[in-house]
């Protein structure tokens, strides 16, 4: 069955950086579109940052030019780097893969 298990979320200061890894299994990783998404308190959930197979991005204005999602097909892992990180970052962040494919989801917190 799928598993995407996220890791990497911790408190982090503004400006600071940290990025959050996936492992995936249970389906042909090398062939699927993977996708960042985070939910903030109180917030809908909202897609951050999404991977092709050929590797094309598209990310959410939000985070455009301080986020980059990565791919390691080999070891069947997603990554989101998250630069000069802000208050509003503040959410739990989610691994996904469509239709309806879900991780635990990981905290992270951006504060002083």
């Known amino acids: 069955q799928v598993q995407l298990v996220e890791s990497g979320g911790c408190l982090v200061q503004p400006g600071g950086s940290r990025r959050l890894s996936c492992a995936a299994s249970g389906f042909i990783f090398s062939m699927s579109t993977m996708n960042w998404c985070r939910q903030a308190p109180g917030k809908q959930r909202e897609l951050v940052a999404q991977i092709t197979s050929g590797r094309s991005t598209h990310y959410a204005d939000s985070v455009k030019g301080r986020f980059t999602i990565s791919r390691d097909n080999a070891k069947n892992m997603v990554y989101l780097q998250m630069n000069s990180l802000k208050p509003e970052d503040t959410a739990v962040y989610y691994c996904?893969?469509?239709?309806?494919?879900w991780g635990q989801g990981t905290q992270v917190t951006v504060s002083s």
């Open positions: 996904n893969k469509i239709p309806d494919y």
